[in-house]
Each structure stands twice: as structure tokens, then as C-alpha cells.
């Protein structure tokens, strides 16, 4: 993977070999930048081009993310495969082929690529060993050695007070490079160990074009773009239209609104979202949180909706039974407030490992209520 292969961000792809050209390489870096938005695979661009400059041997090597200095770490948990402490060397076939297929993929992509979206996956201590026992050894080719952190943010605290201890005293020619969607999840001490690159929203230009390099006709490109909002990974389900991340956060939010809406006064309908939160409560806190965020953005598109600013809604539904203009109406300047609170309580609590069946069972009873608010 190469720079070619990323689409977009020309002065960061700049500015990243210019600093390999001159000599200037931090020796821990941390990406910024939400889904889709090509982080990872700027990551691995720069890691090739810094591992592989003039030697066309190592290039080969790291095409196929096979090169001895070239080391990864994502989240992971316990599979059929690996049934006790998981750690990255153990998936690095899985993590090869998911990257292969999915350059751009999200975290909840990557856990049902291993089949463990309704585990809760992080970085743990083991993998904090790991990496110090891989770091420790000399560079196969003399030069520089790399480790990549995907979702970096996902490390619990003993991980990452380990991984503290390397930023502060690094092996010699060894980069480190941390790759989060949350900058704000990073402990402040790492975060401050490192150089911080932040990856601004991919340009509806830029995705328009990567879709008509795919084959797409080019107004089908320009409103795909449009809807992406910034995100090439939404891009490509939109064209794929496939049973993912989305349109599964898309039924639960309808199942949850429809029941609330029904909810009221009626007693039998109170059985439709404990149930609803009984299905959410199988998923892992990722995928719980992840929906949260996109209820929230649901929330804020009907609000968008509703006080006439269609140029500002981009948000559209698969299933042609529920129609944002005419949930629009119920959400207003006199209880958006109060949902967006309800649902940064119920991250906030996910975050802390609480009991996910008593969080969403909370959440969808306290929403009847709020969306039978008059205007």
C-alpha cells in the first residue's frame, strides 16, 4: 500500500515524504482522523515509503504487509481460533486479507470480519508485552522499525501506561505510530509524547472522483459523495448497499422510535423495547456506542429537517417505510436538547462497562416520553 492507493490529502502525503526526504521522522506520531477518512492506510503509506525508499526488495515485502520491520496492533478478542489471550500476531492472516479487501474499513467492520461484534475487543496488557518483546529486537534490515497502533484509544489503562513507558524511552530507530478515530480517549501523557496529524473530512471532490475511477457514473458518484459526508468507507456501502454497520443501525433506530411512539399509554407496547434492548444488549459496547453516535446524528438531521434547511440533510433510508420528513415534526427546539443529553449519558455509561440491557431498556422508555413533547 502507497501512497497511490490513497485517495485525497496531497498536502499531508506531502508533507509526510518530505519529512522522510529531510531526515525529520518524530519518533511517535498519532493520526487523528474519523471512519473512513483514510488514517490507516496513510499510515501504512508512510511506514512503506519511510521502510522502503530505495530498496526494491523491501517494497515487495511491504506490499504484501509482510516486511520483519513492519509491526501492527489493533483490537482484538478471544475467537474459536484463539480461545486465550488474543493479541495482534496471532490475526495478522485476518488483518492481511481485511486490509486487502477493506482498506478503509471501520472497527465494527474489522470485528465482524473475526466474528466478534458482540465481544467487547480492545489493545490489553498482553499486546503492551508484545510490542515491547517485538520492538526490543534489532531492525531485520538495519534501518528504521514500525509500529502501527490502530484505534490506538482502545488500549485499557494498563496497555497504555505501558506503551507510555516506550514513548518515553524509545528503542533506537523505531517509529511509533498511533491511529485513533477519538483523540480525546488518548491519555493526555501519551497524547503530549507525540506529533499530532489531524485528518480534516475527505472532500466530496475527492470521493467523486475515486467512485468514477471504480466505474461509477458520475452523477450516481456526486450524490453518493454527497451523502458520505466526508466518510470514502459510507461511500463504498452506499454503492455495495451492503448489510452492514449501517443498515443495522438503521432498523434498531426505527424499531426503537416506532415502539417509543407507540409506547405511550399503552402498556402491551412497553414489551416492543425491552426487546429492542434485549437484541442491543448482544452487541459488544463498540457497536453500542457506534449506534448511539449515529442515533444522535439521526436526531440532529430530523431537527435539520424539520426547521427547513434541506440543504443541510444529506441522511437517507434504505427501508422506504420510514420517511425523515415526517419524523421530522417530532423532534423540535423543545426536546432536542434533552434527547442529545440522554444519549451522551448513555455513552457515557457504555464507556464504563454498565449493565447494557438497564442503559438502553432507560434510554427507550425515557424517549416516549420525549417525543410526545409539543413543539
Known amino acids: 500500500m502507497d501512497f497511490n492507493d490513497i485517495i485525497g490529502y496531497e498536502k499531508i502525503k506531502g508533507y509526510l515524504t518530505e519529512s522522510v526526504d529531510a531526515g525529520r521522522i518524530p519518533h511517535a506520531q498519532l493520526f487523528a482522523?474519523?471512519?473512513?477518512?483514510?488514517?490507516?492506510?496513510?499510515?501504512?503509506?508512510?511506514?512503506?515509503?519511510?521502510?522502503g525508499k530505495d530498496k526494491p526488495q523491501a517494497q515487495l515485502q511491504l506490499k504484501g504487509l509482510a516486511h520483519p520491520d513492519l509491526h501492527f496492533a489493533f483490537p482484538t478478542s478471544t475467537t474459536d481460533k484463539v480461545k486465550k489471550d488474543p493479541v495482534s500476531s496471532l490475526f495478522m492472516e485476518e488483518w492481511r486479507q481485511f486490509l486487502s479487501e477493506q482498506p478503509y474499513g471501520s472497527v465494527f467492520d474489522w470485528f465482524s470480519f473475526l466474528g466478534i461484534e458482540k465481544k467487547q475487543a480492545n489493545i490489553g496488557v498482553a499486546e503492551a508485552k508484545e510490542i515491547t518483546s517485538k520492538l526490543a529486537l534489532k531492525s531485520f534490515d538495519g534501518g528504521y522499525k514500525v509500529m502501527?497502533?490502530?484505534?490506538?484509544?482502545?488500549?485499557?489503562?494498563?496497555?497504555?501506561?505501558?506503551?507510555?513507558?516506550?514513548?518515553?524511552?524509545?528503542p533506537e530507530k523505531t517509529v511509533f505510530l498511533l491511529v485513533v478515530e477519538d483523540e480525546a480517549a488518548v491519555l493526555d501523557t501519551i497524547r503530549s509524547r507525540c506529533q499530532v496529524l489531524r485528518f480534516p473530512p475527505l472532500g466530496e471532490q475527492a470521493i467523486r472522483e475515486a467512485l468514477i475511477a471504480r466505474g461509477i457514473e458520475a452523477n450516481q458518484a456526486h450524490r453518493i459523495a454527497v451523502r458520505a459526508q466526508g466518510n470514502y468507507h459510507k461511500a463504498l456501502q452506499l454503492i455495495d448497499n451492503k448489510e452492514g454497520e449501517e443498515a443495522l443501525f438503521e432498523r434498531w433506530f426505527i424499531s426503537w422510535v416506532r415502539s417509543a411512539y407507540r409506547a405511550k399509554g399503552n402498556k402491551a407496547a412497553i414489551q416492543g423495547l425491552l426487546q429492542w434492548s434485549d437484541e442491543i444488549n448482544t452487541y459488544g459496547r463498540e457497536t453500542q456506542k457506534l449506534f448511539l453516535?449515529?442515533?444522535?446524528?439521526?436526531?440532529?438531521?430530523?431537527?435539520?429537517q424539520n426547521y427547513a434547511t434541506e440543504g443541510l440533510v444529506y441522511m437517507q433510508f434504505a427501508d422506504a417505510s420510514f420517511?425523515?420528513?415526517?419524523?421530522?415534526?417530532?423532534?423540535?427546539?423543545?426536546?432536542?436538547?434533552?434527547?442529545?443529553?440522554?444519549?451522551?449519558?448513555?455513552?457515557?455509561h457504555v464507556e464504563r462497562n454498565g449493565n447494557g440491557k438497564v442503559i438502553f431498556t432507560d434510554l427507550a422508555i425515557k424517549l416516549t416520553r420525549l417525543i410526545h413533547t409539543k413543539p
Open 33 to 51: 482522523a474519523a471512519e473512513g477518512q483514510g488514517a490507516l492506510p496513510m499510515a501504512i503509506a508512510y511506514a512503506s515509503y519511510l521502510l
Open 148 to 170: 502501527i497502533i490502530w484505534m490506538a484509544e482502545k488500549m485499557n489503562s494498563e496497555s497504555a501506561n505501558k506503551l507510555l513507558k516506550l514513548l518515553e524511552e524509545p
Open 293 to 304: 453516535l449515529y442515533c444522535s446524528e439521526v436526531f440532529r438531521q430530523a431537527l435539520l
Open 323 to 348: 420517511d425523515l420528513r415526517k419524523f421530522a415534526p417530532f423532534i423540535h427546539g423543545n426536546n432536542i436538547e434533552s434527547i442529545h443529553k440522554l444519549i451522551e449519558e448513555a455513552i457515557f
